[in-house]
């Protein structure tokens, strides 16, 4: 894919069908989810974040590769907020369609669905940051790496609070489902070095295609 390419806005007939699929399978997973309160609580910050995304698209619309991939993490959030994070039959999937265990081919204790998806969060939203930061304050040399990476970081810090705060409010049963430690008492900081390593893997492979490069 050409630099061009990347750097080509959405059109308006994308931008469209990927809110429209998004409202459809947000429909189907909020349907029986398998904690209300919990799904409730996933969703405050996405309807908040689509509406804004949707409101921005005329005053400062995004590429076509930033939309696609905040449709796609928005997709697995979905997926997460359905089932609750720490409880997405993620292995039972692969073990009842391909016959094997995920977890135990990888080694893994715990269910890992989190940790994708904070992964996921540092890959899958670098783009839409850079492309923010290029419109209100475009970082020069280095820093055109280095200011994606802490705009993640930053987040991460932020949601990781977020989720504190909201799990002591709710406490009991629904804080617990909504935090999602497994036990893990360094969650938060694993969780938050998994979107550090996403954004830092999509700096790179934007920079080596010349998407970091001063526009022009």
């Known amino acids: 894919m050409t630099d061009a390419a990347l750097r080509t806005p959405a059109s ?3 931008a469209k069908t990927l809110l429209a699929l998004f409202v459809a399978v947000w429909i189907a997973l909020a349907i029986s989810p398998w904690y209300r309160q919990d799904w ?3 969703n405050v910050l996405v309807l908040v974040a689509v509406p804004a995304l949707a409101w921005g698209w005329r005053r400062m619309p995004l ?21 609750t994070y720490a409880e997405v039959p993620y292995d039972a999937w692969f073990q009842r369609h391909l016959g094997f265990s995920l977890d135990q081919a990888l080694g893994l204790q715990r269910n890992s669905f989190d940790r994708l998806v904070h992964f996921l969060y540092g890959l899958l939203v670098t783009p839409a940051c ?3 930061l290029d419109r209100v ?3 020069r040399g280095i820093w055109r790496y280095v200011m994606p990476v802490s705009f993640i970081m930053s ?4 949601f990781e609070m ?7 409010v709710f406490g009991g049963d629904l804080g617990q489902a909504y935090l999602g430690t497994q036990g893990d008492v360094w969650d938060a900081q694993k969780d938050m070095l998994m979107a550090t390593l996403g954004s830092m893997l999509a700096v790179t ?8 490069s001063p526009r022009r």
């Open 63 to 83: 590429t076509a590769l930033s939309y696609a991939c905040l449709f796609v993490f928005g997709m697995l959030h979905e997926v997460g907020a359905h089932y």
């Open 155 to 158: 987040h991460s810090l932020l």
């Open 12 to 14: 308006p007939r994308l």
């Open 137 to 139: 304050a475009a970082p």
């Open 130 to 132: 850079i492309e923010l």
């Open 205 to 212: 492979v934007l920079g080596m295609l010349g998407w970091l």
């Open 162 to 168: 977020f989720e504190w705060l909201a799990a002591s």
């Open 40 to 42: 409730a609580l996933e």
